[in-house]
């Protein structure tokens, strides 16, 4: 009974080419989350969204546009990709804020070639 | 830029013996401090939260607070081959939305 998901788990592509990752959660949990893991393991915050609304914004290329259909879901999508894209991105959810307890999900790794 | 510092190490310890991970802040009004651990290849968990000064037990893992120093650390006392992998520590902001910013992490190795 898995409480973050994230599909696809693994992620292959060409540079310029367009792709999506999507990520649910079971936990009822307001609060979603978006980290980028480089290749140093620093892991980053892109995006926040809570109840749906957008409350963290990271100084993210534009060509990352996160979407949250309902709080249970966030999708990111990422046009034109770099080789610098390259990276396991994670998603993530909180009962209602980041002071809370942070499940993450199982990570996309993607690979820009 | 608000910063969380850590050794990147390897630390390696003895099984048995107690590993101490320490952590340093940049905001001084940081709210929340969080230990994560993070197996190789998998995503983070969380071990300990501590939100006020001094320290926090749970099993042989304990959490330590100092503001005034803007320090946070994880003992874990005897350590464990299965406790191997990178330690991940995380503060929120003051901000109204406490945005984490997790630090580098420090990589352990439990030798038996």
């Known amino acids: 009974d898995t409480a973050v998901s994230q599909t696809p788990k693994y992620l292959v592509t060409q540079m310029g080419n367009d792709k999506s990752i999507k990520c649910e959660q079971n936990?009822?949990?307001?609060?979603m989350y978006w980290y980028k893991q480089d290749s140093k393991k620093f892991l980053k915050i892109m995006f926040s969204y809570n109840n749906k609304e957008l409350i963290i914004n990271e100084t993210v290329p534009n060509r990352f546009s996160p979407k949250s259909p309902d709080k249970a879901h966030l999708n990111l999508h990422i046009n034109s990709l770099e080789l610098g894209d390259s990276a396991v991105y994670f998603c993530a959810s909180s009962l209602s804020g980041s002071a809370d307890t942070q499940y993450f999900g199982p990570g996309t790794r993607l690979t820009v070639l | 830029q608000k910063e969380v510092e850590q050794n990147s190490g390897p630390l390696s310890v003895p099984e048995g013996a107690i590993a101490s991970l320490n952590c340093t802040y940049s905001d001084r009004v940081s709210q929340s401090f969080f230990w994560y651990r993070q197996y190789s290849g998998k995503s983070p968990e969380l071990i300990m939260s501590?939100?006020?000064?001094g320290d926090k037990e749970d099993g042989r893992f304990t959490a330590q607070l100092n503001k005034a120093s803007q320090y946070v650390s994880l003992l874990i006392r005897d350590s464990q081959p299965s406790d191997s992998a990178t330690y991940l520590c995380a503060v929120t902001d003051s901000g109204g939305y406490q945005k984490v910013t997790f630090g580098t992490g420090t990589k352990l190795q439990v030798i038996p």
């Open positions: 936990l009822g949990h307001d609060t």
């Open positions: 501590i939100y006020s000064n």
